[in-house]
């Protein structure tokens, strides 16, 4: 599992453009960390690597935003404020995670066992300096995915 350490926003928008380059349609990045540690930040570098225009914050009420202005669909999920993993089927979580653009999930451990197996599990951690960032990234390549 790399381990990286940024050191400022410019790093941290280095490093989701430089994800987003090899993202494909069906890929789920679940993010994990603390609150006010990034990953709303990180979700819009991977935005801006995707070639998304459209304005990207945190879809914390609305769950869900989605952004088709890319090279690939991206979808942007928020899921603090879920309860229960069954509102995530009521959302039809399925057709996003399985579907034709990107996923990005941020507070993905709250729904941990919706998460495909093959997904890209970054958290990211406060550094020690005000802007620094640590981020852990694990990207499973199995073959065995979570799903109905």
Known sequence: MP???IKNEKQTEKLGMELAAR????TV??????????KTTFTKAVAKGLGVASLVTSPTFTI?????DGRIPL??????RINDEEEMYELGFEEYFYG???????????????????????HISYGIGEN????QINENTGDRDNGS
């Open 100 to 122: 034709d653009g990107v996923c990005v999930v941020e507070w993905a451990d709250r729904i941990e066992g919706l998460i495909p197996e093959r997904a890209i599990r970054i």
């Open 64 to 68: 869900i935003n989605e952004h088709k």
């Open 29 to 38: 990045v679940a993010l994990t960390g603390e609150p006010g540690a990034g």
């Open 75 to 80: 979808y942007h999920f928020d899921v603090y």
């Open 23 to 26: 993202l494909l349609p069906g």
């Open 3 to 5: 381990i990286i350490f």
């Open 132 to 135: 620094e960032r640590t981020f």
